[in-house]
């Protein structure tokens, strides 16, 4: 039903907004001043919230070259055939999952209904008050028949050793960085974990105060024990201490991925090379999974087998991709890439080069390969990446002669 102005009481409970980006396109100061008025309250803490003017045009205009955010705020005060051609035209370049409220200055049923026809979440009649707004966009998240919000990607590797960590920390640091998406690394190898040393930080708290605690897990826990390292980009840590031993049931981390899926984009998975009934069960029951291999025969004959155990289980969904690392080590025999997809009969998603001097670089420094050489190779496999899993292919298209004017766009656009 058409959602008209009302006075939501004092009382009213309204959940918070988790860490999603939300860019609003006003035609009104009326909007614009009751949306400022918003970005105070504490249900909008985790928000990433970007205004600007020009409604329905400014937002196709702003979407033809970069990435949607999660949420799209337009407010029209046009006729309805115009407002009907702005939403064919951003349909035309919003990514899958984005939402769009609409605020209008009619009460409209037609209207209305050809909104909902085209996938619009919301329709709001203006004038709308800061705390209208901020129940609608909850609402768009807490309601009970909403999708999580997070997406989980597994990141494993083959054998101990072949780089899985390092890749999962930088295609994570690549998203939140240039694709601007609320991104949480989740480092599940207790005992050894190096997301604390990888970004320079040694959290007092982490992922293990989390998963000894099932009863207590919550959005509010969670929040606590996140570091932040950028805008878009937090570690739930390792503690990386042998104090106790880390054994879980099959279901010990599920509390916590339910808790992170309702709440952050962006789950990335580093998980150990351990097959137990926990790791099993996480690496099978996430949205994507990256398995890192080397070029040589132990992580052949794993990768094979880990293809088929996902294969049996996963039928309907995305084969796993697959990373060769560390390809070309001088005076190592290995196979090659070509004989090495021959062998599993799949295409390599991608192929990482030996390069111990980046490595090296960003490991002594707590930096990712993008930080230290934002323009080598390496960097370039990584952005690559994130705009697979994301799909955000406009990243790759532009970033070969155009990579230093997108970063500096990207960076302005704090979502």
């Not at 409220?101 to 009619?106: A, C, F, R, S």
């Not at 024990?225 to 570690?235: A, C, G, K, P, V």
């Not at 279901?251 to 916590?256: K, Q, V």
């Amino acid at each position: 039903m058409m959602q008209t102005n009302k006075t939501l009481g004092g009382s009213q409970y309204i959940p918070s907004l988790p860490r999603v980006s939300i860019q609003v396109f006003c035609e009104t100061s009326d909007l614009s001043a009751a949306i400022q008025g918003a970005t105070s309250d504490r249900r909008m803490d985790k928000v990433h919230l970007k205004v600007q003017m020009g409604g329905g045009a400014a937002a196709v205009e702003a979407y033809r070259h970069s990435p949607t955010p999660n949420v799209i705020v337009l407010e029209t005060v046009s006729s309805r055939n115009e407002i009907l051609e702005h939403l064919d035209s951003l349909s035309e370049v919003c990514d899958a999952g984005t939402k769009v409220l609409v605020i209008g200055h009619v009460n409209d049923v037609l209207l209305y209904r050809e909104l909902m026809r085209r996938g619009v979440s919301e329709y709001l009649i203006s004038p709308v008050s800061s705390v209208d707004i901020i129940n609608s966009l909850s609402s768009l998240f807490s309601a009970s028949d909403s999708p999580p919000v997070g997406r989980s990607i597994a990141v494993m590797g083959t054998r101990g050793g072949v780089g899985a960590s390092t890749i999962a920390h930088n295609l994570a640091y690549t998203i939140a960085r240039y694709i601007n998406i609320e991104t949480v690394i989740a480092d599940l190898d207790l005992a050894f974990g190096t997301a604390g040393l990888d970004f320079n930080q040694d959290p007092a708290q982490g992922i293990a105060e989390a998963v000894f605690a099932p009863d207590r897990i919550d959005a509010n826990m969670v929040d606590r024990l996140l570091s932040r390292i950028t805008d878009f980009l937090s570690i739930l840590a390792a503690p990386a201490t042998l104090d106790r031993v880390y054994d879980f049931n099959e279901a010990g981390f599920d509390s916590l991925l339910e808790v992170l899926k309702n709440t952050i984009p962006m789950i990335v998975l580093d998980v150990p090379h351990v097959w137990t009934a926990w790791s099993r069960r996480l690496v099978i029951n996430a949205d994507d999974i990256f398995i890192v291999a080397s070029p040589d025969l132990a992580s052949l004959r794993n990768a094979k087998n880990m293809l088929d155990t996902f294969g049996m289980v996963r039928k309907n969904d995305n084969q796993p991709k697959l990373i060769m690392n560390m390809v070309g080590m001088p005076k190592r025999p290995e196979i090659s890439v070509a004989e090495f997809a021959k062998n599993l009969d799949m295409q390599i998603t991608s192929v990482i080069q030996f390069d111990p001097t980046l490595f090296g670089a960003a490991s002594n420094n707590g930096q990712m390969i993008a930080e230290v050489q934002p323009k080598s190779k390496v960097a370039e496999s990584f952005m690559e990446l994130a705009g697979l899993i994301t799909g955000r292919t406009e990243i790759k298209a532009q970033k070969k002669s155009l990579l230093e004017p997108l970063i500096s766009k990207l960076s302005k656009k704090k979502a």
